[in-house]
């Protein structure tokens, strides 16, 4: 499959997960079902255009903890670039919506929080061993 088409398998099917997220009320089937999901809502850093995908997530220390892995390929996803132009950003968990403000540790803290989402979801060790990036971690807090 191509890049493209891979692309476009990936944005169809998350845009079916974001549908029956907001269907169930954060609950979805298949692979993710019982996984813990949140949907981050970022805006687009060319566009301007708000731009959903649907996320795994750790707690640590009352804060949201994602990863920004993209399944271990060599580039990150679309949404880190977008998050990092506008660090406030919103997430839905459950049936709740609410405004956060991301944060991208660094060092120590960074392979911390990557180490404790690894050991709760093996596939994020995985995708660290495919790339030669470093996956950035990602902490959201509740703004205000």
Known sequence: MSGDAAE???????T??????????????GMFAGAPLLLLTTTGAKSGQPRTAPL?????DGKWVIIASKGG?????????NLRAHPDVTIEVGTDT???RASIPEGDERQ???????????????????TTRQIPIVLLERAG
């Open 56 to 60: 795994v997530y750790t707690i640590d």
């Open 73 to 81: 390929a060599p580039t990150h996803p679309d949404w880190f670039h």
């Open 112 to 130: 911390r929080l990557y180490d404790q989402m690894a050991a709760q979801m093996p596939n994020f060790a995985e995708y660290q061993r495919n």
């Open 98 to 100: 609410f405004s956060v």
């Open 16 to 29: 079916q997960l974001i549908e029956e997220f907001r269907a169930n009320g954060g609950k979805v089937g």
């Open 8 to 14: 476009m398998d990936m944005s169809a099917f998350n």
